[in-house]
């Protein structure tokens, strides 16, 4: 009886090579940035919301990398549109989900601050993205109206959240450049200085 040495193991006895290696997934994470990266820069050039254009293709072809790339890391245009509105949320700066009463004057001039960079004309498109990141945003915004009247009804609450949800909204922002022919930071500081005034009316109790 002989006993096989190491050397003798079969190929299916040895250890297998682990096919994610570091290298590899740190390529993988840079061709993902790589990716939404593009997306966001196209959104920037648009000159509506609406991300009809916003295709693996574009965005392969902005990203250098091939249509099937694009496809393999989001293998659906909602999963793209999604990363990329995702991407835009985090530039501007805005953490919904630390959202306070308090916070409201300096998220609405960072948010419209960023606005300004785009080339977007006044134009409204329904997209599931928008839809979802909207609804996410006005759950955060009337939890934080609550938070901070915890003696309203809750038809005060909602109304005070509604009115807030209309400063940060594109048209308001639009109108004032577009009908009044004002800058975009006159029109940050118009906007700023009204949600202040509704914040102090908040905290001193005045319900709507």
Do not use: C
Not at 26 to 31: D, L
Not at 41 to 66: I, P, Q
């Amino acid at each position: 009886m002989t006993t096989s040495k190491p050397d003798d193991a079969t190929e299916s006895d040895r250890p297998k090579r682990s096919y994610n290696s570091p290298l590899r997934e740190q390529q993988s994470r840079e061709t993902r940035n790589r990716i939404v990266a593009a997306g966001s820069e196209l959104v920037h050039e648009f000159h509506a919301w609406d991300w009809t254009n916003l295709t693996a293709r574009a965005v392969g072809k902005r990203a250098g990398v091939s249509e099937r790339t694009v496809q393999r890391y989001f293998p659906t245009e909602r999963q793209l549109r999604d990363a990329v509105l995702q991407r835009l949320v985090e530039e501007s700066g805005v953490d919904l989900a630390a959202l306070e009463l308090g916070d409201f004057s300096g998220v609405i001039e960072s948010m419209f601050t960023y606005l300004a960079s785009f080339a977007i004309q006044p134009e409204t498109v329904e997209d599931p993205s928008f839809a979802s990141m909207d609804k996410y945003r006005r759950d955060m915004l009337l939890g934080a109206v609550e938070r901070a009247t915890p003696d309203w009804r809750d038809e005060d609450r909602v109304a005070v959240a509604a009115v807030f949800d209309s400063f940060w909204n594109p048209p308001l922002y639009e109108r004032m450049v577009e009908a009044w022919n004002m800058s975009p930071e006159h029109a940050v500081r118009a906007i700023t200085w009204l949600v202040k005034l509704v914040e102090e009316a908040t905290r001193d109790g005045r319900q709507p």
